[in-house]
């Protein structure tokens, strides 16, 4: 059986064409199998053998194919030989005469045409569920993506595959992201890409066929505790605590409205911005109960100072831009590995000293890890010496905990600094609600869109040493105070 194959694949190799479509296909059939067989056991992983195994061997073998008959041709051409001739002078009678179902020939081609449908759509099938991996998305094109790995493995959607948000769903989302990836590459390639990665996304499935799959919007209703936790930069590092009472209503009953109004089913808000970037809005309209929209335009722009190409309805990632890959402010994320533990509070002017040794920018990361180590270590060497024995440990976790934090928040191979990527959840530097909830967005009536504190949040406390800084004193008949002191109770405990 195999010597019939094997003089099959020689009488078909006419010249050096068709041995080299030969070579071509057979090599990576056989080299395919090999690999995908630990592949499928989870023993191979790497994303760069992936990228071998279902896009360099299919390629290769279907080039393979093109060359055999591309071989025939030119053979005929040079001979002048008819086909009937060139077959009777590369195989044998036997093997051409037709039989009860054929010739031997004949049924050799219908098997190998059916192994090779048979491959290529298996590999076109495993081809396809790599390619949506998440680790073939963050780790095929390490240069350009690795920044968005590092912060998506760090992220709340770490467990959600890239294509979910991606991609989409159906079959022209699938081709367009294909045709999308395939331009990429090309840009990898030939260095084609921009650094940092330019934002918004424009590629992007419309939230409401993504965020919404798991995100229900008719479902958020009544309110949220939110702590922030800030330290001072003096010797204790002294916690500032802001605590607010998050209203997250989408307004679906009259006076209920909250945060969530912006993407209610009832309520529909357009806007455009300036070179389509969705930092400095034109103009906003939003949708009045008649159904007519009113309209607020930037009176220091103006409506028609500016050409822009999109006008959009805006949707979850508005607000939640870094929903996955979070870039961090330097000071918040000092912050949060102070409140967490991951830094210990006691160490002597940690907040000022951790925030100093990050906050500066290096070509290298290893130097910038260098830099850091010997900042920290330096400060508390010279002036509190004494704490080398006693907190030695814990200055060692400091160091690798904000060597860490650069790492996944600095890459200098991207153009990515700190600050690169803002997060408009919330309203920090003028970013965030304050892009359209500000004074120069006016009506024709020159009144400008609401932007006061109670909008989205009731303040129980600000930049206050303790954590409930606005509650009334406790009534025994008043429910709404009992709550506060359950809730304060709550909140308070978490810090324990």
């Given amino acids: ?74 053979y005929h051409k040079e001979t002048g030989k008819s086909l009937d001739e060139l077959a009777t002078e590369r195989f ?15 049924r050799v081609v219908i098997i190998l045409t059916i192994a090779n449908v048979i491959f290529l759509s298996a590999a076109s099938f495993r081809t396809m569920s790599f390619m949506d991996d998440a680790e073939f998305c963050g780790t095929a094109c390490h240069s350009v993506m690795n920044p968005e790995w590092m912060t998506y493995q760090d992220s709340p959607h770490a467990n959600v595959n890239c294509v979910d948000c991606h991609v989409g769903e159906g079959v022209g989302a699938l081709i367009s992201s294909k045709l999308n990836g395939a331009y990429q590459m090309i840009s990898v390639t030939f260095n084609l890409y921009e650094r940092p990665i330019p934002t918004p996304v424009h590629q992007l499935r419309p939230a409401r066929e993504t965020c919404e799959k798991c995100h229900w919007p008719d479902k958020f209703y009544g309110s949220r505790l939110k702590r922030i936790v800030r330290y001072d930069s003096d010797e204790t590092s002294t916690a500032k605590y802001t605590t607010l009472n998050l209203k997250i209503d989408t307004g679906s009953k009259v006076g209920k409205a909250g945060i969530h109004w912006h993407i209610g089913k009832n309520n529909e808000v357009k806007y455009a911005s300036v070179d389509d970037k969705r930092q400095e809005m034109l103009w906003v309209e939003t949708k009045q109960d008649d159904g007519t929209y009113k309209k607020y335009i930037n009176k ?49 002017f940690i907040k000022r000293e951790a925030l100093s040794s990050i906050s500066k920018t290096f070509a290298e990361k290893e130097l910038a890890k260098e830099v850091i180590r010997t900042h ?26 904000l060597q860490r934090v650069y790492d996944k928040n600095v890459h200098p191979n991207m153009n990515i600094e700190w600050g690169s990527y803002p997060n408009h959840l919330g309203h920090d530097r003028d970013a965030g609600c304050f892009r359209c909830h500000n004074n120069d967005m006016v009506d024709e009536s020159g009144t400008a869109i609401r932007y006061d504190c109670t909008l989205c949040h009731n303040i129980l406390a600000s930049d206050s040493e303790t954590p409930f800084q606005y509650l009334r004193p406790v009534e025994k008949a008043d429910p709404d105070s009992a709550m506060h002191v359950y809730l304060q109770e709550e909140f308070l405990n978490s810090y324990k």
């Fill in 92 to 106: 044998e009678d036997d093997e051409l005469r037709a039989k009860t179902y054929g010739s031997r020939i004949f």
């Fill in 300 to 348: 220091t722009l103006g409506e028609s100072d500016n050409s822009f190409e999109e006008t959009r309805i805006m949707d979850c990632v508005d607000c939640h831009n870094r929903a996955t890959h979070i870039y961090e402010d330097p000071r918040k994320a000092v912050d949060i590995r102070i409140a967490t533990g991951e830094i210990d509070h006691s160490l002597p």
């Fill in 1 to 74: 059986m195999k010597e019939k194959y094997f003089k099959f694949l020689l009488g078909v190799s006419v010249n050096w064409i068709g041995k080299l479509g030969m070579i071509l296909t057979t090599s990576a059939f056989i080299t395919f199998i090999v690999v995908e067989i630990p592949r499928l056991l989870g023993i191979l992983t790497n994303a760069y053998i992936g990228l071998i195994t279902y896009l360099l061997l299919p390629f290769l073998f279907i080039i393979g194919l093109i060359l055999l008959p591309l071989g025939w041709w030119k």
């Fill in 376 to 401: 920290m270590e330096r400060f508390y060497r010279n002036n509190y010496s004494s704490l080398a024995d006693t907190k030695g440990k814990e200055i060692e976790t400091a160091v690798k905990t």
